[in-house]
């Protein structure tokens, strides 16, 4: 079923918290975006359900994040919803020489969503990267 714009304004909100609590290395905020705060996140080679893990992973192996959110579609039945997000993940990590290289995830999310007291949230995500590139940041 198509949503209303109440729930697409939701669950674009949803998406954003889910991308700024990454950014800004959030457990608890990053935690918020899921039901119950288990997280449940997959991708090629990884499984993770602890939103202290996830955070964990990002400031181990990156200096600084930026997630750009792009297009979503999700469907509504009830108060659940599945769909997709598009979305362009800049990773800024450092070498052991002391160069930095930027790593630009090119990513697809699979969603699944529930509404949860009013709000929505995520009961799982698929992250499916389409491409991954790597560029050399000048000093």
Request: net charge negative; glycine share 8%; proline share 4%.
């Amino acid at each position: 079923m198509q949503p209303t714009i109440e729930d697409q304004l939701a669950i674009r909100q949803l998406l954003y918290r889910y991308a700024d609590a990454a950014d800004r290395r959030d457990a608890a905020a990053f935690a918020a975006c899921f039901a119950g705060g288990a997280v449940d996140i997959s991708g090629p080679g990884f499984a993770m359900n602890d939103p202290v893990q996830v955070v964990g992973t990002l400031a181990a192996k990156y200096v600084w994040t930026m997630h750009n959110v792009h297009n979503s579609l999700h469907e509504v039945d009830g108060d659940r919803a599945s769909g997709y997000t598009y979305c362009v993940a800049s990773h800024v990590r450092a070498e052991a020489n002391g160069a930095r290289v930027k790593e630009d995830w090119y990513i697809r999310y699979e969603d699944e969503l529930l509404r949860q007291g009013g709000d929505w949230v995520f009961l799982r995500r698929r992250l499916v990267p389409g491409a991954i590139t790597h560029v050399p940041l000048a000093e």
